[in-house]
């Protein structure tokens, strides 16, 4: 049974076409810049968004837990302590200034929500994207799910950071038509600092993938401070044209702090490193190296 925060319609920067991105919660990342940290955590949290709470206590006069309290400067506050993550809070809020991240979905329900879209999917050349967190975490489900879209005639993508056992990988490659592989840092030590575990498995599951016949886009995020030094980026080059089969996409994907938001509503501290969005300049820079490298680069792809 899949373990999801979301199912988002109408997606188009998961894959070609007009998709259905399914997120599946939980990643063994835990990388600074995440924009969806709701993703991160195996099990289900509740977010608050204080600008949205009107004060009506309806939130806190169903809690069955006592564990909420209403305050003139802090809005509502949960007693995690007390808190069973029920939901109940999440239910009766007006104005979803409390939401809950992370249920089990049926099978059923997953394919409920992508088979409604299939019109419009196969107008668009689009499809099916298993995203995260980290979609292989959950090898049985997800292969379930692949399979099915795949008798379906669905095309399938799997978003993946590629930090899992390479047998998950090999057994998912037949029922997958396309990998969105992230590709963030080539140090250890550095991988280790800014996205909290090695990327052995990584690079090597990403070799493993360039050795079989599938379709694969590696994503970059580009994070000023973190992995735009050219240093950094000419090893990136060096290890992408030495695979067996080059990507045919590599997406440069420029930092933002769009998600500062989630992080304060799941009450944790954001950005406390610094981290910056690259100048034009710069991403203009990295995009002609990679070019200039035979890599088919795009920016924001």
């Not at 690079?203 to 000023?224: A, F, Q, T």
């Not at 009450?267 to 710069?282: D, L, R």
């Given at each position: 049974m899949p373990f999801l925060f979301d199912i988002k319609r109408y997606s188009i920067n998961d894959g070609p076409g007009v998709r259905v991105t399914v997120f599946f919660k939980g990643c063994p990342l835990s990388c600074?810049?995440?924009?969806?940290?709701?993703?991160?955590?195996?099990?289900?949290?509740?977010?608050?968004?204080?600008?949205?709470?009107?004060?009506?206590g309806s939130c806190v006069a169903i809690c069955p837990e006592n564990a909420l309290t209403l305050t003139k400067t802090d809005g509502v506050i949960t007693d995690f302590d007390k808190c069973t993550l029920c939901g109940k809070c999440a239910e009766v809020c007006p104005t979803k200034a409390i939401e809950m991240s992370g249920r089990d979905y049926s099978e059923e329900e997953v394919m409920t929500a992508v088979l409604k879209e299939t019109n419009i999917m196969d107008a668009s050349g689009g499809g099916v994207t298993f995203s995260g967190g980290e979609p292989l975490m959950y090898p049985e489900a997800l292969k379930s799910l692949l399979i099915r879209c795949g008798r379906e005639g669905i095309h399938?993508?799997?978003?993946?950071?590629?930090?899992?056992?390479?047998?998950?990988?090999?057994?998912?490659?037949?029922?997958t038509d396309l990998f969105l592989y992230d590709l963030k840092l080539m140090n250890t030590q550095d991988h280790r600092k800014w996205v909290g575990a090695d990327n052995t498995l990584i690079?090597?599951?990403?070799?493993?993938?360039?050795?079989?016949?599938?379709?694969?886009?590696?994503?970059?995020?580009?994070?000023?401070g973190v992995n735009t030094d050219n240093e950094n980026i000419m090893e990136t080059i060096a290890f992408l044209n030495g695979l067996q089969r080059k990507p045919t996409v590599v997406g440069l994907l420029p930092y933002h702090n769009i998600?500062?938001?989630?992080?304060?509503?799941?009450?944790?501290?954001?950005?406390?490193?610094?981290?910056?969005?690259?100048?034009?300049?710069?991403?203009?820079y990295i995009h002609s190296v990679f070019i200039e490298n035979r890599l088919n680069a795009v920016i924001g792809g």
């Open positions: 600074r810049w995440c924009h969806n940290p709701e993703s991160i955590s195996f099990k289900t949290e509740k977010l608050y968004n204080k600008s949205k709470c009107i004060g009506c399938r993508a799997v978003d993946t950071s590629g930090s899992v056992r390479s047998a998950v990988v090999e057994d998912i490659l037949d029922h690079l090597k599951n990403l070799k493993l993938i360039s050795g079989h016949d599938k379709e694969y886009h590696i994503r970059i995020p580009l994070v000023e998600a500062s938001k989630k992080y304060e509503k799941l009450g944790k501290t954001y950005n406390e490193n610094g981290m910056a969005e690259p100048s034009k300049e710069k991403i203009a």
